[in-house]
């Protein structure tokens, strides 16, 4: 609860405060400072700023006790509070049109997931995600946003997975992929907006964004080959494998060699 409460703009006291007044009401700052472990003095401080900002009540008794304001009515006015600002913003704030499409990089994990969130959140229409499967709790939360929004979420799982996702394509794994050097993710938004990277050891995390539109079309199209794939690999897959050779081998030997990185 410290880490969500210090999300909404609270210090790391102020949310042991409001968390001790939260599990127990009407407490003086004495008794405050003795759950939280604190001097009195950086408590009243932590007590004043709480009740600035709205968190807390406070009982002119003696000696004064205080009360933390129900969590409801605090997540409700913060709700308002960030529209009524959203709302200011987009009416004085017009993005200008770019002249050509953009490429960004973001390195590091807190980067790249507010990156995905944001992506995910300012998608109207459709997600494709394609990930190994050990890689989706990157994503999973906020393509479920998504889904819940209306938005039509595909995930694309490289290997076997438990997703709460409603529409989930898995791609089984040949045994060569065990030793690829990293995991490569993808998420197309609206067919305009792509996310590309990899995860693993070998490489240091980083993701890039784009809107070009060679790129958005490249990953429609992969997109289209894999569910055309899983298709006919569902009807037809023994008299593929018995054609062609596991996982396509008779068809892509001849040019392994060549396209090795």
């Not at 999973?140 to 709460?164: K, Q």
Request: proline residues 3%; negative net charge.
């Amino acid at each position: 609860m410290i880490d969500e409460l210090r999300r909404i703009g609270l210090s790391d006291l102020e949310a042991r405060c409001y968390l001790a007044l939260h599990e127990e009401p009407d407490l003086s700052g004495y008794e405050v400072a003795k759950r939280v472990s604190v001097s009195r003095t950086n408590v009243y401080a932590a007590l004043r700023s709480l009740t600035d900002k709205g968190l807390c009540r406070v009982v002119e008794s003696d000696p004064v006790t205080y009360d933390a304001v129900p969590i409801e009515q605090v997540v409700r006015l913060l709700q308002s509070d960030f529209e009524q600002t959203a709302r200011s913003l987009l009416s004085q704030m017009h993005t200008p049109p770019r002249a050509s499409a953009s490429f960004y990089t973001w390195t590091g994990t807190k980067a790249i997931k507010t990156a995905i969130r944001r992506v995910a959140a300012n998608a109207n229409q459709s997600i494709v995600a394609d990930l190994w499967a050990e890689d989706i709790q990157w994503v999973e939360e906020a393509l479920l946003e998504a889904e819940g929004r209306g938005v039509a979420v595909t995930l694309i799982s490289i290997g076997e997975c438990h997703s709460r996702l409603q529409n989930v394509i898995v791609h089984k794994r040949s045994e060569s992929w065990a030793d690829a050097p990293s995991r490569k993710f993808s998420l197309l938004c609206d067919a305009t907006s792509a996310l590309l990277g990899s995860f693993g050891s070998a490489q240091k995390l980083s993701m890039l964004e784009t809107d070009h539109p060679s790129l958005a079309e490249l990953l429609q199209n992969a997109f289209y080959h894999d569910v055309v794939m899983e298709r006919i690999e569902q009807d037809l897959g023994r008299e593929l494998a018995e054609r062609y050779g596991d996982d396509y081998a008779h068809i892509l030997q001849p040019y392994r060699e060549y396209l090795k990185p």
